[in-house]
């Protein structure tokens, strides 16, 4: 069984509209949990950093949200854009130890 | 731009042989991070550099090494090639390595092991 899953593993949203992604784990203990943003072919760049104590970090139209009891985490996406299409993963960091990464959710924001 | 640089772009080799990627981190990054992705694994962790000293080790090969120069830039070092090492190498950089650093990836080399 994967420590990260993700969900859905694909999504095609219209321009404007507002989607919500999905990442469920069973990595213990972490010290932070991230979103990546991934065009194809190219490195990921960072969207949130949220520490295990955190339950909510913005960055522009990116809000994401941890639950800790539950073990899960979201990323919410506000007006989409057609830059927004992407794949987007969920990584745990286990104090600098070890990095488990998702598997992604590949994005695509129609006109 | 991040500011990582990644050399090369893309490198086409044969099984068996040996092949050296390169990491430049951003000016004033002490921490070196790489990364494989494969089509059917995903992103995984391969080894973190903190100035020089080996810091992390995820799951790299026993045929894969790594090391971080006195300049900070890094070497990915891959031998004994074989089919299913195909796949893009990241190499990412932050200011201390330390927990809850935003760490910042390269382009990435594309290995394509024929």
């Known amino acids: 069984k994967n420590q990260v899953e993700q969900s859905p593993q694909s999504l095609i949203i219209l321009e404007g509209k507002n989607c919500t992604l999905q990442c469920n784990y069973t990595v213990s203990p972490f010290s932070n949990l991230r979103w990546y943003k991934q065009d194809t072919g190219r490195g990921p760049v960072s969207l949130t950093i949220?520490?295990?104590?955190?339950n909510t970090k913005s960055n522009g139209r990116y809000t994401a949200t941890l639950d800790a009891d539950t073990k899960q985490s979201s990323l919410h996406i506000t007006a989409s854009q057609l830059s927004d299409s992407a794949s987007y993963i969920c990584?745990?960091?286990?104090?600098?130890?070890?990095?488990?990464f998702g598997p992604g959710t590949r994005l695509s924001v129609l006109p | 731009d991040s500011g990582v640089t990644q050399t090369p772009k893309h490198l086409i080799t044969a099984t068996g042989q040996r092949v050296t990627l390169r990491c430049s981190p951003r000016?004033?990054?002490?921490?070196v991070y790489w990364y494989q992705q494969s089509l059917d694994q995903g992103l995984q962790f391969l080894i973190q550099y903190y100035n020089g000293e080996e810091r992390a080790k995820g799951n790299i090969l026993e045929r894969f090494s790594a090391q971080q120069f006195p300049d900070l830039h890094s070497e990915l070092n891959l031998s004994s090639l074989e089919l299913g090492d195909s796949a893009l190498y990241f190499c990412a950089s932050s200011v201390q390595g330390g927990v809850n650093t935003e760490a910042f990836f390269g382009q990435g080399t594309r290995l394509t092991v024929v």
């Open positions: 949220m520490t295990f104590s955190e």
């Open positions: 990584v745990l960091d286990n104090y600098g130890q070890n990095f488990v």
């Open positions: 000016s004033g990054d002490l921490s």
